[in-house]
């Protein structure tokens, strides 16, 4: 399935809520992780998720997943830590600096058969998983989180 760049924007922006706030971290594979189910105002299902790696403090990440009706899901978004290099070989090729960064769904990737997600700019909004989750919550409209993630209160930094 590929997403227009008008569609991809539109599940973006779309308002969603967190259905189940009190998700519990596991640890995994040298992580912890905590996954999270979200709605649209008209149904649309979505996923949230954050993964932190325990002995990397800089090796962070969370996103936000498109499920679609088949039940496949496709990564809208995803807010990464300063702990890897990234480039965009569909775009100049050349490596982003080492720092934190925000993938974006596009058109042009996915119709290319990468990863939804693959295109990234780096970013200085954040720092640290918190910091990506609330970024995270204020440009995807998401609510739900509680007091410390509503999005009314998160200015862009």
Do not use: W
């Amino acid at each position: 399935m590929v997403l227009t760049d008008d569609e991809i924007q539109m599940l973006l922006s779309l308002p969603k809520c967190i259905l189940n706030p009190k998700a519990r971290k596991i640890s995994k594979r040298g992580s912890e992780q905590v996954n999270y189910d979200a709605e649209g105002e008209s149904g649309e299902k979505f996923k949230v998720y954050l993964r932190q790696n325990l002995r990397i403090p800089e090796g962070f990440s969370c996103g936000l997943l498109f499920v679609t009706e088949s039940g496949d899901t496709i990564t809208l978004t995803r807010y990464n830590g300063s702990d890897h290099e990234h480039g965009n070989p569909l775009d100049d090729g050349k490596p982003l600096p080492v720092s934190c960064h925000i993938h974006r769904a596009t058109q042009k990737y996915m119709q290319a058969g990468r990863k939804a997600e693959h295109y990234a700019d780096t970013t200085t909004r954040y720092s640290n998983l918190d910091g990506a989750l609330k970024a995270m919550c204020f440009d995807c409209n998401i609510s739900g989180l509680g007091d410390n993630f509503d999005t009314q209160q998160i200015p862009l930094l």
